[in-house]
């Protein structure tokens, strides 16, 4: 602390300045260093699937050179497929589609998830009640084979699989958005609004929803990587979109010549789970910046 | 003119298996314009159930809640968003009251925009004068309730109840969560306000000395019940209830801080609201409980002025005795 001058000090005290609930986390989020490092990770996956494609030309799905050439044997440094696809434009190209499947997937967990979890904590009694069995049942149908089914069903386009992740995973959630409401529903500044006149509308999405966002903000992060991974493994069974390379198609096309050019599956591989771990790392960084004395008592 | 009249209020919950909690069971006072009603009692006394019943904050069973001349327990829709212009509350726990995520001026300022009164520019400049009224500095809008004092966080729940002009305040222990020292800072604020906006307050408290500094009548409630009512003076002065001088005995006495006189200590607790007792309530509580007490409930009777008490052994010379022990010592209204 530094002394101040006396001249100073008898002036007026400055005006107070704000400190908003969204600037303390991301403060706090700054110096998290392996949260930081997802963040760089992530936003550089991001900008190389944005310009990569037209720094790097090459057509992911021309058959450029030998099929199953191994990486650094020709100018296609990654190596090729089985077709003789460039492994390195299929990972730059196919990042977009991964991304967009995931970001869309995640989007649609959370919108069902946090309408259903909202009424049902809100409402409670019957709402809740009929909300949490249609949850229940949700939860115990076996995800990928449901999934499968819906994409088998309705033909394995982009919109199509961003759907059936979605309609499969956001039953947790719901619980968690439930739990939220059913906590801050009872908080006095809840009856101070009611007591003001605010109607159930404003009340949901106005009041109670802000402040039950920090924890749905986390699960919203991190419900983008399982979505990447979902779309992974229904590619991987051979339901992917044949028109838009992901990295999770490659897998599924390389599939069949994992012992012979395990690059093939690799290096899509590889992407997958930088992209994940990058998200995962943001996910527990906003965690730990967002309920700072959760981590405090560890 | 009556601010606020409440007669035969119910308010019961289900508690499962067909059992009914009886939170206020039977509850009627007034409250004159301008003047300070106190509603005394210890945990679950259904004191503050009564209170929110009141602002119809829970929905009450049975009764009437008058505010001016409407019956506010069966409005709906707008015409009860009207009404709540008139009746506001002023919660206990300043740390839960306000939303961590809004600015204190949008705080302040919600009920002007939710019951759309005046133009923006008028809302925001009544937002500067509410903040001067309780005491904080109008430059301090843009904060967040988390950048402030828990006196000071009551002071900025105060202007919020204040934003619409209501002609009553229902305050729920507005003082019990602060320090000794905040708490005669807001309650002069209350005083303050309540002489020069002529407020009337449904004033809510477990301390009795917090309602002696601000209320014109009291009330005192046990187990969902008034078992007790009348003028500042006349509840301090002469008490007819057993449970009252078992309360006024519990006063610290400024001077030493101990209780003025020698305190009745109340055994056990009280019995459950789910099955009261049929005849006095407070009954196996009470050190003058004959047979009689706990076979017949008493009704509250007026014994002169504005005094009335549910006893059936108030004027008996037992308590008489007890009351007189205790009024020696105990401070005056």
Known sequence: MTLVEPSRARTAPPPPKAVSPGRQVWQMFRRNHSAMAGLFILLAIILISLVGPSLYTVNPREMVWMPLTPPGQSEYVLGTDYLGRDLLAGLINGGRVTITIGVFAAVLTVLIGVTVGAMAGFFGGRVDNLLMRVTEFFQVLPNLLFAMVVVMLFGPTLVNISVAIGIVSWTSTARLTRAEFLRIREMDYVKAERSIGAGNARLIWKVILPNAAPPLIVVAALSIGSAILFEAGLSFLGLSDPNAMSWGRMIGDNRPYILDSSWGVTFPGLAIFLTVLAISLVGDGLNDAINPKLRQRQ | ?333
Do not use: W
């Open chain 2, 1 to 333: 003119m009556t601010a606020l009249s409440v007669r035969d209020l119910k308010v019961h919950f289900p508690a499962g298996k067909g059992k009914v909690v009886h939170a206020v069971d039977g509850v009627s006072f007034d409250i004159p314009e301008g003047t300070a009603f106190g509603l005394v009692g210890e945990s679950g006394s259904g004191k503050t159930t009564a209170a929110l019943a009141c602002a119809r904050l829970v929905e009450a069973t049975a009764g009437e809640v008058r505010l001016g001349e409407t019956d506010i327990t069966t409005l709906a829709g707008d015409a009860m968003r009207r009404a709540r212009r008139d009746i506001q509350v002023v919660f206990q726990d300043p740390y839960a009251s306000l939303n961590p995520r809004e600015r204190v001026g949008a705080i302040v300022r919600r009920p002007l925009d939710l019951m759309k009164v005046g133009t923006p520019a008028e809302r925001e400049a009544r937002v500067d004068e509410l903040f001067a009224t309780v005491g904080l500095r109008p430059d301090q809008k843009a904060l967040f309730p988390h950048q402030f004092s828990g006196g000071q966080r009551q002071r900025i729940g105060i202007a919020r109840a204040l934003a619409t002009h209501p002609k009553l305040i229902v305050c729920d222990e507005p003082v019990s969560a602060l320090d000794v020292a905040i708490q005669a800072q807001i309650l002069n604020l209350l005083a303050r306000l309540k002489a020069e906006m002529g407020l009337s307050y449904l004033f809510i408290s477990h301390d009795l000395a917090v309602v002696q500094h601000l209320c014109d009548r009291i009330a005192v409630m046990y187990l969902g019940q008034i078992v007790e009512t009348g003028s500042r003076r006349e509840i301090f002065t002469s008490p007819m209830h057993p449970y009252t001088m078992a309360l006024i005995s519990a006063v610290p006495s400024p001077e030493t801080g101990l209780a003025g006189v020698e305190r009745i200590r109340l055994q056990g607790d009280p019995p459950s609201p789910i099955a009261p007792p049929p005849g006095c309530r407070f009954a196996g509580r009470c050190t003058f409980a004959t047979d009689h007490c706990s076979k017949v409930a008493p009704v509250l009777t007026a014994t002169g002025g504005n005094h009335a008490v549910a006893c059936h052994r108030a004027q008996d010379a037992e308590v008489a005795a007890a009351r007189n022990a205790l009024v020696q010592g105990a401070p005056s209204g």
